[in-house]
């Protein structure tokens, strides 16, 4: 490890040590400014393209005084193959990939061993706020093998690994039929549930996922697993079931009535494979808050420029924690209304945002809308 | 009433399509309009868009050019003959010619350029056909403002009774048929979906069909040219605003600028020269709005392309406003819109024409050596290019646009042969 290296692992591992919430958003802001230029510092002389990228924005990064003027990334940047690494083949310890619902090609990035401990480090501090320290037992919505082959993990794997440091014992509670679809394994369900009825317990389950194959079969036979001591976490996204016109009130009601618990105990989050260890978990407002290590901008489409609170614009997520590939700034495709910069009724400091959707599928308009399907000929 | 249909309306049913449709056709068979009456028509409505608060609306400039006696009359003297314009025959020979309406022709415009609509509508008037106008939901308001003017010139009704324009989503695959069901020609403008499905809809067999379809534009410059120092200025910024028309997403909008290398010349001063015209124009014009996807397609862009290979740099603002994309080769890349010109440095620009197919509509010239404008002119014609024109002149709209008339493709010629003769 380079000194370089040494001096940010010492700043970021200082900042997983932190309560996530409780920075001034000044200060906060001050503190990943540096680790962030560094890390720039760092990214710059190891990518070629980056650097160049970096070189050429408009502001220089080493004098910048905002996060919002440092050079960020599209996170589609990130569907590169082979994917881009600011670390050599031999570092690579795991390789994650998205879901890719909403385009063909997944975003792939590459963990070495301090980017991979830093991202369990960091769901670990956030989820600690939300649903306490306390390991549990881990009833998971998905299939025994949602770890997949090789080094390379799903999104849905890396979100049901990320809950792992909270469990001291795990259950599937889905199977793959012989036509390979989904089913709930109606027997592991009812074994987890036994005797459990006044125990604290984790679910997680991803938002569809947990619909189609738990609510809705469960509501279709009445029944209710009665365990209301169940903290239930999902994430994924709710374009699936949008398109079955579930609301996220109904799907907090039906949920809460197949567990037998209160609809407060469901907690939805955030999270995208490319941001590393940070995921943005739902809190009693309703609102999604950026932790000590990271950081969220919602840029105005005209402007670029952080929007005002109340305002809509586009979601950049901000994370100290990756080293082993360019994430540290990265411009989603979704879309968020900033509630407010500071001052949430729950208590947690920083920016307040809800997501307002994705970011309406790019294409090029009307008559230039042309493909260049000719133009490689010789 | 001349303002219930002129203006635009919303349509929900295919019988509101074809009882207009009756009315538009009878107002065609009963009253013969002459090219001469409907350009008095346009003038007035020119002079009416001479109006300082429709300045700032896309398009407007260019509508009123567009409108005058001075750019319609020689248009209809080279399509429809020379006594066309007051609506004579013109003699060959033993017989005589004279250009009559299809009758309704049906107006398909594309979302990407605001005034379409009208422009569009303007060719199937000059030929004395009555228009039957789908206008896509972004442009409604400006034609609704547009056709306001309009009503207010022609006091006697001579064009608004020929016209309908109607208001309704793209996917009422029932309203699009009613209306291709009731035309006798339709102008069709849009990227190849569009075109597609257009093209696709039931017309009767008898209907002629224009079809603009999708096309992108380049532009390119010897070294005689971009090294001038006394002239690279002005060059740029018919450049800029060859970009900024129509906000780049029109098929005549340069997606690509070519610059011809010369040993020892560095186009480091000529990028210069071409970002403070790019600043300049965007002071002049800026965006008021953007949507979410382009600005992030425009981001994208630039990314991809200074990571995809450190030799490539790249010029532009922390706003998404503008955005040049420098390097070397002579392919053409893939189109961004959004402002963003990718400037290709190249050996020989015959190297990058020759590279060209029937995609490219225009190319847009700045060329210092005539001898070589003629050879590239011939080369890019060949090679699929409908308009060559000097740079800042890319949208000029003027026929033949995409190598066919524009008044001409919507009228029937008839010949008699005088039986006494």
């Not at chain 2, 390119?220 to 120092?229: E, F, H, L, S, Y």
């Not at chain 2, 605003?241 to 690509?256: K, Y």
Request: charged share 20%; net charge negative.
């Amino acid at each position: 490890m380079t000194a370089m290296q040494q001096q940010f692992e010492h700043q970021i591992e200082s900042l997983l040590d932190l309560p996530p919430y409780t920075q001034p958003p000044e200060e906060k802001q001050s503190l990943l400014l540096e680790i962030l230029k560094e890390e720039l510092d760092y990214a710059y002389k190891r990518h070629a393209g980056y650097g160049n990228y970096i070189q050429q924005w408009p502001v220089d990064y080493q004098s910048a005084i905002h996060i919002a003027d440092l050079p960020f990334l599209p996170v589609r940047i990130l569907k590169a193959d082979p994917p881009m690494s600011l670390v050599g083949p031999d570092q690579v310890k795991k390789t994650l990939r998205s879901s890719a619902t909403t385009s063909q090609l997944p975003s792939q990035v590459v963990l070495d061993a301090p980017t991979a401990r830093r991202m369990t480090k960091g769901v670990v501090n956030i989820l600690r706020d939300f649903i306490g320290p306390a390991r549990r037992a881990y009833l998971i919505v998905d299939t025994p093998d949602f770890r997949g082959a090789g080094s390379v993990l799903g999104a849905r794997g890396a979100a049901i690994q990320g809950l792992q440091p909270f469990a001291n014992e795990t259950t599937c509670c889905l199977r793959l039929n012989g036509e390979s679809d989904l089913e709930l394994d109606h027997e592991k369900l009812r074994e987890f549930a036994k005797d459990r009825a006044n125990t604290e317990l984790l679910v997680y389950g991803f938002t569809f996922i947990l619909w189609n194959y738990l609510v809705q079969p469960l509501l279709a036979e009445g029944i209710c697993l009665n365990l209301p001591g169940a903290r239930i976490l999902h994430s994924g996204g709710w374009k699936r079931l949008q398109e079955q016109a579930v609301e996220k009130t109904v799907f907090n009601e039906q949920l809460a009535r197949v567990f037998g618990c209160s609809p407060d105990r469901i907690t939805d989050f955030y999270g995208m494979v490319e941001s590393v260890g940070v995921i943005f978990p739902d809190c009693s407002e309703g609102n999604k808050h950026g932790p000590v290590f990271g950081e969220v901008i919602v840029r105005d489409p005209l402007t670029l420029e952080p929007v005002a609170a109340g305002e809509y614009g586009i979601v950049q997520v901000c994370s100290v924690l990756p080293t082993s590939f360019p994430g540290h700034l990265l411009l989603t495709e979704d879309m968020a209304q900033v509630i407010a910069y500071d001052g949430c009724a729950c208590g947690r400091r920083g920016i307040s945002f809800r997501f307002a959707g994705r970011v309406p599928k790019a294409e090029l308009r009307g008559c230039g809308n042309v493909q260049i399907k000719r133009s490689k000929v010789n | 009433m001349a303002t219930l249909t002129a203006l635009v309306q919303k349509v929900d049913s295919p019988a509101e399509i074809s009882s207009t449709a009756d009315r538009l056709h009878q107002a065609v068979v009963e009253e013969e309009v002459s090219p001469d009456q409907v350009i008095g028509v346009f003038e007035a409505w020119a002079r009416s868009l001479d109006d300082r608060e429709l300045d700032d609306l896309p398009g407007i400039p260019f509508l009123r050019m567009w409108l005058r006696r001075g750019t319609l009359e020689p248009i209809i003297g080279r399509e429809l003959g020379c006594n066309a314009l007051h609506g004579g025959w013109t003699e060959y020979g033993r017989a005589r010619c004279k250009a009559f309406p299809v009758g309704i022709v049906g107006h398909w415009p594309a979302g990407n350029v605001e005034i379409q609509p009208i422009l569009s509508m303007t060719c199937a008037l000059l030929g004395g056909n009555a228009a039957l106008v789908r206008v896509p939901h972004g442009q409604v308001d400006l034609t609704q403002q547009l056709m306001e003017k309009l009503v207010e010139s022609d006091a006697g009704e001579l064009l608004t009774r020929r016209i309908f324009m109607a208001a309704f989503d793209h996917d009422r695959h029932d309203l699009q048929e009613a209306m291709a069901r009731a035309v006798d020609g339709a102008m069709i403008w849009g990227g190849e979906d569009a075109v597609l499905q257009i093209r696709a809809l039931p017309f009767p067999h008898w209907a002629r069909l224009a079809v603009f379809g999708p096309r992108i534009s380049a532009a390119a410059m010897d070294a005689g040219a971009w090294t001038d120092p006394d002239e690279s200025p002005s060059w740029c910024r018919r450049i800029a605003r060859d970009v900024w028309q129509f906000d780049q997403q029109a098929c005549s909008s340069p997606q690509v600028l070519f610059l011809e290398r010369r040993n020892g010349d560095s186009i480091a001063d000529f990028l210069k020269v071409l970002q403070r015209a790019f600043e300049s124009e965007n002071e002049a014009h800026p965006r008021r709005t953007i949507s979410a996807a382009l600005t992030s397609v425009i981001c994208h862009a630039r990314a991809s392309w200074l990571l995809n290979d450190p030799a490539h740099q790249a010029v532009f603002p922390m706003e998404p406003d503008w955005t040049l994309l420098v390097g070397c080769g002579s392919d053409l890349p893939q189109p961004v819109q959004g402002r963003t010109l990718t400037v290709l440095e190249v050996d020989n620009l015959l190297d990058a024409l020759s590279k060209f197919d029937g995609n490219v509509q225009t190319l847009g010239l700045g060329i210092a050596d005539r001898e070589k404008e003629r050879k590239l002119a011939s080369l890019a014609g060949n090679r699929g290019v409908d308009r060559i024109v000097k740079l800042g002149q890319m949208h000029v709209f003027a026929p033949p646009w995409d190598g066919v008339d524009l008044i001409r493709p919507m009228v029937r010629m008839v010949r008699h042969v005088c039986s006494t003769g």
